[in-house]
């Protein structure tokens, strides 16, 4: 049968789970009877086994007390019970625990008096455990009331077990706790002291007296908070080296979660250090993490968050740490370097997904960074993936749209536009008052050749621009613009938007191109050169040059009949091999570099067919 745990109380250590008269019997013999009968006669034999007889008779009548008083007790029979739990104390010992439980039994139901007499008894049964006289000090001190006299006789016997046990943790613990409950802090403070004095290289032996100081001398009393630091951390500080000395990592991140939880940081971290260096260990690293972001050190927060991920790939929680950490950066660089941070957000968050799933909203940061990057292949092959897991997700729809637009697949970008309006609607109106969004959808539209509609989504965006962001407005507005330009069309219109644009954003050097290449497009070449070269100035304080507004000036310097300034910047244009390839065909040509085509060669000469049947 199998014994239950007691309520409030633990099972004796030799009495539990597969608890059966065998192991009696095994007791017996190690209790003082002979194992086995190491003698040569009939006789010998049958007086051990007489020796053995009394011995298991008693301890299987001790077992069926104690399986009977756990069955009553069950049952909520609890008189009958503590009957035979004293039955089976008669028949042999018992752990101070059950012990401690069966006084508590033994009050409501025969008084104090018989309580406290089995406590007394099991204190002087066990003269090698201060367990029983911490049980007869807790019990003291939750029923002083009842008895006059209990509380003195707590403290002697806190005090026996203080002299008998040394160097055991508990007894100063129990000690402390005593005399804190009488106010007698002084008394609690000696007990320490005297315990501190010992030579005992167990960690836990202080650690434990590092907790017990901790009540003795709190922590949180600002007032006194420096002094009791440099007393509560004798014992931490003994318990390290010794924890240190046993590679006792458990007992190590104790205290270093101690150093950790009074603010001393440097300590802490330290220990860790030592922790990671010896074995590597996950939990170290972890509290290494922590503590590295508390004391504002982020390169090692970042060195040691990758330093984790690498040796432990399967934590997810830390691999999305590390994104955060890296995008925290991606805030803050410029140029590559901002590229990059992005690209190792994207990496670790991708990676997270693989190890451990997530939601709709991992996957969208994840495509987020990886928008960033400009590995548009990859961001599109991604944003595939997200709209397979979450097809009617408006916002997985509109990221799926910009990544269709990234690799210029931009009439499937609209159509994808289209379809996230529709979802919106429903699922998630606020998508649709983003100015943002109706900007992704324009720009979708004027690069798949759909003018008027990418028209009609810029002004949306214009107008969904709050107030107080007139550069975001700008930047639609100058690309508006722009576009018209770019058609030849509508110019009146350009104007108005390209100025406005300008208005709100001086000295920007893309609006002032856009407003020289409109002047150039009205046949005022000389103030669309006036602009262009303000613009160029302008932009060198960002890249030394731009290939755009270099053809811009080359294209206006012809026109102006200066054909050699158009030749040295179509030139210049040229040497930064720019992207577009309309730029990069139009200077090769006026420079003389075009290669020559293909010329045409004369068809071969037909053979004859042959007449059928030969």
């Excluded at 789970?17 to 019997?25: A, M, P, Q, R």
Aim: hydrophobic share 40%; charged share 30%; net charge negative.
């Amino acid at each position: 049968m199998h014994a239950r745990s007691l309520p409030g109380s633990r099972l004796p250590r030799w009495i539990g789970t597969g608890f059966t008269l065998g192991l009696l019997l095994q007791t017996a013999s190690v209790s003082g009877a002979p194992a086995r009968a190491d003698v040569q006669s009939s006789s010998d034999m049958a007086g051990a086994d007489l020796i053995l007889q009394q011995p298991r008779e008693r301890l299987a009548q001790a077992h069926a007390h104690y399986l009977s008083a756990r069955m009553l007790e069950d049952e909520g029979r609890m008189r009958e019970a503590l009957g035979h739990y004293l039955a089976f104390l008669e028949k042999g010992g018992a752990e101070p625990d059950l012990v401690a439980h069966i006084a508590e039994m033994a009050l409501n139901y025969r008084g104090m008096d018989a309580a406290v007499k089995l406590l007394e008894d099991a204190m002087k049964a066990s003269p090698t455990s201060a367990q029983p006289y911490v049980n007869f000090t807790n019990f003291a001190l939750t029923h002083a009331s009842a008895e006059a006299g209990l509380l003195p006789r707590a403290a002697t016997a806190a005090a026996e077990a203080l002299n008998r046990f040394p160097q055991n943790a508990e007894a100063y613990e129990n000690a402390v706790q005593f005399h804190l409950s009488q106010k007698e802090r002084a008394k609690a403070a000696e007990a320490l002291e005297r315990g501190a004095k010992q030579t005992v290289t167990d960690a836990e032996y202080w650690l434990r007296l590092g907790r017990a100081a901790q009540e003795v001398w709190p922590l949180a009393d600002t007032e006194q908070r420096a002094e009791h630091l440099t007393r509560v951390n004798v014992f931490f500080d003994k318990a390290m080296l010794r924890a240190r000395e046993a590679k006792d990592e458990a007992a190590e991140l104790w205290i270093a979660d101690y150093y950790l939880f009074s603010n001393q940081l440097d300590r802490a971290a330290v220990i860790c250090e030592w922790v990671v260096q010896r074995n590597g260990s996950l939990d170290a690293r972890k509290r290494l993490v922590r503590l590295y972001d508390a004391l504002e050190r982020p390169d090692d927060t970042l060195k040691a968050l990758e330093d984790l991920v690498a040796a432990y790939p399967m934590d997810v929680e830390h691999r999305r740490l590390l994104a955060s950490k890296y995008e925290q950066r991606h805030r803050t660089a410029y140029g590559e370097e901002r590229v990059e941070f992005a690209r190792k957000a994207a990496e670790q968050l991708e990676a997270a997904l693989q190890v451990g799933g997530g939601d709709v909203q991992d996957y969208l940061n994840t495509g987020r960074y990886l928008e960033t990057t400009g590995d548009d292949e990859r961001f599109e092959r991604f944003s595939a993936r997200a709209q397979q897991l979450y097809p009617g997700e408006p916002q997985v729809t509109y990221l799926r749209a910009r990544a269709l637009n990234s690799v210029k697949k931009h009439a499937d970008a609209a159509k994808m536009f289209e379809e996230t309006t529709k979802l919106a609607e429903t699922r998630f109106p606020d998508l649709l008052n983003d100015a943002g969004y109706h900007f992704s959808w324009g720009a979708a539209l004027e690069r798949s050749g759909q003018y008027d509609a990418a028209a009609k989504a810029f002004e949306k965006s214009v107008d969904l621009t709050p107030p107080d962001n007139p550069p975001s407005a700008a930047s639609t507005m100058n690309y508006w613009g722009y576009m018209w330009v770019e058609q030849d069309k509508h110019l009146d219109k350009a104007e108005t938007l390209i100025r406005k644009a300008n208005e709100l954003r001086p000295d920007e050097p893309a609006f002032i191109d856009s407003l020289g290449w409109l002047y150039f497009r009205q046949g005022k070449y000389q103030q669309a050169l006036t602009e262009l070269e303000r613009a160029e100035k302008l932009m060198e304080k960002w890249t030394p040059e731009d290939g755009e507004i270099l053809d811009h000036i080359a294209q206006t310097h012809q026109k102006l009949g200066n054909a050699d300034k158009a030749k040295e910047y179509w030139q210049r244009a040229l040497d930064l091999n720019p992207p577009q390839e309309a730029i990069r065909k139009r200077a090769e040509h006026e420079l003389g570099l075009e290669k020559p085509k293909p010329s045409q060669t004369a068809p071969p000469e037909e053979k004859p067919t042959p007449p059928p049947g030969n």
